[in-house]
């Protein structure tokens, strides 16, 4: 079993709706959470962090981490079409620098006009 | 400042041939990392490594070999290619020191295509 799981997708919204993106994972002493956007031929950049259990929002994003159900999401509000892209959910796992980041598989979300 | 950057951006082997992925940050971070991407597989950790002088294994460090040179340096080696290695190549630095998060901030990829 993977460490980090994510459902592969694609997962397809309307524009304007709310996209929900799901991660489960491994409990090993996992610290920090992270959701990641990556579009076709980028790297992946940041788009929400949270360590600590309940809701973080941030403009349209919301995050969401249960540890005790192992199980971190992310909420996109208003859909638009810049947001179709893969989203990458990451699991930091250590306390000190020594530590080791897993990614799920991704999820490709399209959001269609 | 240039963030993270990894040299060559593209590169075709032949199987067996070796070579070396480079890797140089300019934020000061402790952390660097190496990570794989073929579709539908998201990101794959091969090696880490927390400080100058320390590496440890990823999920899939087999086939690769990595160097701390310093603390801005972290190369990937690849002493006998394989088509199982054709991938992009992404490198990635972080600091968990004072309020820093951990957030990765990565390099652009290598696309490297082993024949």
């Known amino acids: 079993q993977k460490e980090v799981e994510q459902n592969s997708g694609p997962l397809s919204v309307p524009e304007g709706a709310i996209a929900s993106l799901n991660c489960t994972y491994s409990?090993?002493?996992?610290?920090?959470f992270f959701w990641y956007r990556q579009y076709s031929g980028k790297s992946p950049e940041l788009i929400m962090f949270i360590y600590s259990n309940g809701d973080k929002e941030d403009g349209r994003f919301t995050a969401q981490l249960n540890k005790a159900s192992q199980y971190v999401s992310l909420l996109i509000r208003d859909s638009q079409p810049s947001d179709s892209a893969t989203y990458l959910c990451?699991?930091?796992?250590?306390?000190?620098?020594?530590?080791?980041?897993?990614f799920g598989s991704g999820t490709r979300l399209s959001i269609r006009p | 400042n240039a963030g993270v950057t990894q040299t060559p951006k593209f590169q075709v082997l032949k199987t067996g041939q070796s070579m070396t992925l480079q890797c140089a940050q300019d934020m000061n971070h402790n952390s660097m990392y190496w990570y794989r991407q073929d579709p539908g597989m998201g990101l794959r950790l091969i090696y880490y490594?927390?400080?100058?002088?320390?590496?440890d294994k990823g999920e899939v460090p087999n086939g690769y070999n990595v160097s701390r040179l310093n603390k801005r340096e972290f190369s990937l080696r690849l002493e006998s290619a394989a088509p199982s290695q054709t991938s992009v190549y992404f490198c990635a630095s972080s600091d968990r020191t004072g309020s820093n998060t951990g957030e990765l901030f990565f390099g652009e990829g290598s696309r490297l295509t082993v024949l």
């Open positions: 409990d090993r002493g996992s610290q920090s």
């Open positions: 990451a699991v930091m796992w250590g306390y000190s620098s020594a530590s080791k980041i897993i």
């Open positions: 490594s927390a400080s100058e002088g320390t590496t």
